[in-house]
């Protein structure tokens, strides 16, 4: 028994202790990175941390930081910062300087620092329980802050200063928005970057999530709440201030996402840790080469010239943007036909196929892409040169001219005619914004004997077309005409158009009214962009009471469009309609009720 106290110590012995690590250098550097962090309540500092665990658990020596990327919690944007200060470490200390000692002097941050992480951590699972309480957290969730000249950041300030407007609605449209923002903002809102397939516009759903935006009504409409409206007063006072002052405050507004890395040279740089090596590169590349906004039609080159590295427009740009913003001049744009893929694809291959080498045998420029509406339609599509070191040209903006096209086999006619499309697609095909559709129909008189519907009702649902619905109808025998017809079309409207000055109007604002230079036989040079066209011909878009009950209208036998939209005109609900029948007198009363409305170009 006597024996026992002088065990116990043995018994109860300590833990072996750990071996120092065998990185150092690199546990250090990342230790102060995962501090600075901290100190500035970046979130970026629980990454750091997770790294720093993975180094500690790594028993060899790492040569360099690219070799630390087959560890956990080890990407891309920490090896970089790492490889960089290594590199400066050599700089300074010579290219033999040891990398797996601390140099004299320096603190040893290994397993010693370990233990200030340990209760870091502790801290933090304790700490969720008293942030929690109110206590606990040492800072309380940071803010979210749109980088200055990303899509938020110009969204914001666009919806701002026009809030500031004396008279002016209090939202937004999304072309209008778009306009007016671009020029805040270094990437463009239509167009994604080479390999991403994110605008600048993808920021707006983390506004709206935030609660900073709110989005109403169809047309979408987009406004400020209360917390956008503060968060944009203070990006208003910042931008006046970096007006004036020096540029070292331009860190000043960062994004919630990004993350701050390391202080170099006296400025504070921001890393993205998720993101490739390019990114800088394309990114100095946008600034110095903004030829992909979309607002303004042909950038002088004293424009481009007279913009800051930074990126920054001067006020001569903005101005000149205001005044040609939604012009395509003589000779700064081509007539390109577009294919619906769905044309090109599936179904009889061999027939579509034969189509697309009619084409490229006639020398029509084409381009396949989705339609929502219709099968052929023309765009003027801007010119633009490539910019060096890139290697696609940027994205010229693309204008709709007003002839759409809707191809038709005698056997698809029969078939949409049977199932209801038929009607459907005339009346889509009316509302899409062009004034001036076409119905293009494929071997008329031979095909219709094996048919399920008679050759003469077939035949008078094209009159109708023509007639009552007011298309042009096209009739044609085979593919190769069907080609020839798309041929002829270009080459006319390639020289319809060649001394136009095209201006971008938005349907949101202006409607679909025809112009008194379409009246007078001339084109009409106010067009729709292509955008903005095939998002509003969106088959199962969400849509209004009034748009439901024209479907619903169309749906009784003999109640074509015009007559439908004669009814809107008067009662554009259900509701009103049977509020309507229901003051009627009688029953003869409610049977004239609608007698007297007229529709229809006749006003019949």
Wanted: proline residues 5%; aromatic residues 6%; charged residues 30%.
């Amino acid at each position: 028994s006597k024996g026992m106290p002088a065990s116990e110590p043995v018994r109860l012995g300590r833990k072996r202790g750990l071996p120092p690590c065998p990185n150092p250098l690199f546990l250090k550097w990342l230790t102060e990175l995962r501090d600075q962090a901290r100190e500035k309540g970046l979130k970026i500092q629980y990454t750091y941390q997770k790294a720093i665990s993975s180094l500690n658990k790594y028993p060899l020596p790492l040569q360099n930081a690219k070799e630390a990327k087959i560890l956990q919690n080890f990407g891309d944007g920490i090896c970089k910062i790492l490889d960089e200060k290594l590199q400066r470490y050599y700089r300074e200390n010579g290219p033999d300087a040891p990398i797996h000692a601390l140099p004299e002097g320096a603190p040893p941050p290994g397993r010693q620092d370990n233990n200030s992480l340990a209760p870091s951590r502790k801290k933090n699972a304790a700490g969720d329980q008293g942030k929690d309480k109110g206590g606990g957290g040492r800072k309380k969730k940071r803010e979210y802050m749109p980088q200055k000249r990303s899509g938020g950041y110009a969204v914001l300030l666009t919806l701002y200063r026009q809030s500031q407007i004396p008279g002016s609605k209090d939202y937004m449209f999304k072309m209008e928005l778009q306009a007016e923002a671009q020029h805040l903002c270094d990437k463009s809102f239509t167009a994604p970057d080479l390999g991403s397939k994110y605008t600048a516009w993808s920021s707006v759903s983390t506004l709206i999530q935030k609660n900073l935006v709110i989005k109403t009504h169809n047309p979408a409409r987009y406004s400020l709440t209360e917390e956008g409206l503060a968060l944009a007063e203070r990006l208003e006072s910042v931008e006046q201030g970096t007006k004036d002052g020096p540029e070292g405050d331009r860190e000043e507004v960062r994004s919630e996402g990004e993350e701050d890395a390391e202080e170099e040279e006296g400025g504070l740089r921001v890393v993205d840790l998720t993101g490739s090596d390019d990114d800088e590169e394309e990114k100095e590349e946008d600034r110095i080469h903004p030829a992909e906004r979309p607002t303004c039609v042909a950038q002088p080159r004293s424009e481009i010239d007279g913009m800051g590295f930074s990126g920054k427009p001067q006020n001569s740009q903005a101005t000149s943007r205001k005044l040609n913003g939604g012009c395509l001049l003589p000779g700064t744009y081509e007539i390109i036909l577009c294919v619906d893929f769905i044309e090109t694809t599936g179904g009889s291959n061999h027939r579509k196929q034969e189509l697309v080498k009619e084409l490229q045998r006639n020398g029509v420029t084409f381009d396949v892409r989705k339609l929502n509406v219709g099968d052929f339609l023309w765009v003027a599509r801007e010119k633009v040169a490539p910019v060096p070191g890139q290697l696609r040209a940027p994205a010229g903006r693309e204008l709709v001219l007003d002839y759409i096209i809707e191809r038709k086999r005698m056997d698809d006619l029969c078939g949409s005619i049977i199932d209801g499309r038929f009607r459907e697609q005339k009346f889509r095909l009316k509302r899409c914004g062009l004034r001036r559709p076409v119905y293009l129909v494929e071997e008329c008189g031979t095909a219709a004997s094996h048919l399920s519907l008679p050759e003469t009702t077939l035949q008078q649902a094209i009159v109708n077309t023509q007639v009552v619905d007011g298309f042009f109808v096209k009739r044609v025998q085979d593919v190769r005409e069907s080609a020839a017809y798309l041929t002829v079309m270009t080459r006319y409207l390639n020289k319809l158009y060649q001394n136009c000055t095209l201006i971008c109007r938005s349907r949101e604002l202006e409607g679909d009214g025809g112009s008194d230079e379409e009246e007078r036989g001339t084109p009409s040079c106010s067009l729709i962009s292509f955008a903005e066209f095939n998002h509003g011909a969106v088959k199962n878009k969400c849509q209004t009471v009034r748009e439901v009950f024209a479907r619903q209208l169309m749906q009784i036998s003999g109640l074509s469009g015009d007559k439908a939209a004669a009814i809107l005109e008067h009662y554009n609900t259900p509701h009103s309609l049977l509020t309507a029948y229901e003051q009627c007198a009688s029953e003869a009363q409610k049977e004239r009720l609608l007698s007297s409305i007229r529709y229809g170009k006749l006003k019949r």
